[in-house]
């Protein structure tokens, strides 16, 4: 096995792919069950955790379930082996498994759910309903000529001064700094109470959020001063990570029914609910994995003539009718698997790339039933 086939290693990947800050308030992701140092032996990719699932997983050891919903979403006041999330709970923590979900953030990220429903149904031009985006800090910090390489070196080793397509990113400009250290300091250069004057540099790196507090640590570890001078301002704008919800033209241009039987067609969708007239133009469309009832404003607000999502209920039919919104309502699982299905295929990609040679497999839930003639 891999040395590097552990929770923590895995989730790491996942982490880039789904970047955790994207979830939701209420919503919880990440490691659920197990530790982060388990040993992992496979890993199974599912929606959810279904009886089908835990079947598998009671003949196997070692196993690391990654699933879009959360299986622990709400406070357990026990845990009852007779019940769903318990009887769940007792399988994966007998067999030595270990469980992380990726729900919001795989939503929202580039390339995961709403992403992915998106390319299916024919949308072009998709951006974000919602966008959202990573902070962005500019680090500065004034070192000693000599040891400007290590330092910067450190710093982009923590992460600072990268992006999509570049690494090590810098800028620095001569200067000179003066200083006189005090009774009791431990100068790097020059003695107590003697005044100095060295060239220096003002190197500054821009820093990810997530990653800034590591490449403090990373400039405190690299610096030879005992009190560095350094800054951290954040920047106005910050790096794009996708969103809620995608936006954009259905290039086919064809009617609310046309796009119901294409969406049906691309989705093996075994039934649709449909609101409004059938006949109504389609242009520009809108898409949510999932649920989407709660983006039904934010589309129409931009223009959305019809919306492909889930879950919609009869007053959220009704406030579509209201907002001149028409709805593709093509099922929970339907919306969501194929990302689902599309995660399990970036992360084997990872893994790949990094030499863990780790099982990837995608578990798929089976299809609600559907009686014929009662539901399209």
Not at 54 to 75: C, I
Not at 91 to 99: I, N, R
Not at 127 to 132: F, H, L, M, S
Request: proline share 6%; with cysteine.
């Amino acid at each position: 096995m891999s040395p590097n086939a552990d929770v923590a290693g895995v989730l790491r990947l996942l982490d880039e792919l789904a970047p955790p800050e994207l979830a939701e308030g209420w919503d919880h992701v990440g490691l659920q069950v197990g530790r982060p140092d388990q040993e992992v032996a496979r890993v199974r990719v599912a929606l959810e955790v279904t009886p089908a699932l835990l079947t598998l997983l009671a003949g196997e050891r070692g196993t690391l379930v990654v699933t879009h919903h959360p299986l622990l979403f709400r406070p357990l006041e026990g845990v009852r082996t007779d019940g769903a999330v318990g009887r769940a709970l007792a399988v994966l923590l007998s067999g030595g498994h270990a469980l992380v979900a990726c729900h919001t953030n795989w939503d929202k990220a580039p390339g995961g759910n709403d992403d992915v429903l998106a390319a299916l149904v024919g949308m072009a031009d998709a951006a974000p309903i919602r966008p959202e985006e990573r902070a962005l800090y500019r680090l500065s910090v004034l070192v000693p000529e000599e040891h400007l390489d290590a330092v910067r070196e450190a710093m982009a080793a923590a992460g600072a001064g990268e992006s999509e397509r570049y690494r090590r990113a810098s800028f620095s400009v001569e200067g000179e700094s003066t200083f006189e250290a005090k009774e009791g300091a431990r100068p790097a250069y020059g003695e107590v109470g003697e005044f100095r004057l060295r060239a220096e540099r003002r190197l500054e790196m821009v820093v990810e959020g997530p990653r800034l507090a590591a490449v403090e640590r990373a400039l405190l570890s690299a610096h030879p001063y005992e009190e560095p001078a350094y800054g951290v301002d954040r920047l106005v704008r910050g790096r794009a990570l996708g969103g809620l919800g995608r936006i954009g033209v259905w290039p086919r241009s064809g009617t609310l029914g046309e796009l119901a039987a294409a969406v049906r067609a691309a989705l093996g969708a075994p039934a649709l609910r449909v609101v409004g007239d059938p006949g109504r133009r389609v242009r520009r469309l809108a898409t949510v994995s999932g649920a989407g009832r709660s983006l039904l404003a934010d589309a129409a607000r931009l223009g959305a003539d019809a919306i492909v999502t889930a879950d919609i209920g009869h007053h959220d039919a009704r406030t579509a009718e209201e907002l001149g919104l028409g709805v593709v309502d093509a099922g929970h699982r339907e919306t969501e698997e194929p990302g689902v299905r599309a995660l399990t295929e970036a992360l084997a990609r990872r893994l790949e790339a990094e030499g863990v040679g780790l099982p990837v497999a995608f578990s798929p839930v089976a299809p609600a039933l559907v009686i014929p003639g009662q539901g399209g």
